[in-house]
């Protein structure tokens, strides 16, 4: 069983940045893949940024150039550097892996950006 923990949510002005990250509970090196969704108020949970084990990176398109995912998998952590952010990046942000065909989840960190 994996136990993800993210922090480093908060209260940002538009255009500003925050780091995210998501601490593991048990070595993450065999863990392919590694990532974030978000969730707004209203609206489906969505892909925000996903990192391979390999280092291989994807984003959504409304985050490309702006958000960068990293992990360290000495440290089992997953980060995400979010830069320029707006207002519609304000949502819950939750921290997902998948081993063994099992999807593990965080609780949630709360990112609101105000205007």
């Known amino acids: 069983q994996v136990q993800l923990v993210e922090s480093g949510g908060g209260l940002v002005q538009a255009g500003g940045s925050l780091r995210l990250s998501c601490a593991a509970n048990?070595?993450?090196?065999?863990?392919?893949?590694m990532g974030w969704y978000r969730q707004a108020p209203g609206k489906q949970r969505e892909l925000v940024a996903i990192?391979?084990?390999?280092?291989?990176?994807t984003y959504a398109d409304s985050v490309k150039g702006r958000f960068t995912i990293s992990r360290d998998n000495a440290e089992n952590t997953v980060s995400l550097q979010m830069n320029s952010l707006k207002p519609e990046d304000t949502a819950v942000y939750y921290c997902?892996?998948?081993?063994?065909?099992?999807?593990?989840w965080g609780r949630g960190t709360q990112v609101t950006v105000a205007s």
């Open positions: 990192i391979t084990s390999d280092g291989i990176t």
């Open positions: 048990r070595s993450i090196r065999s863990i392919n893949t």
């Open positions: 997902t892996c998948r081993r063994t065909l099992i999807d593990y």
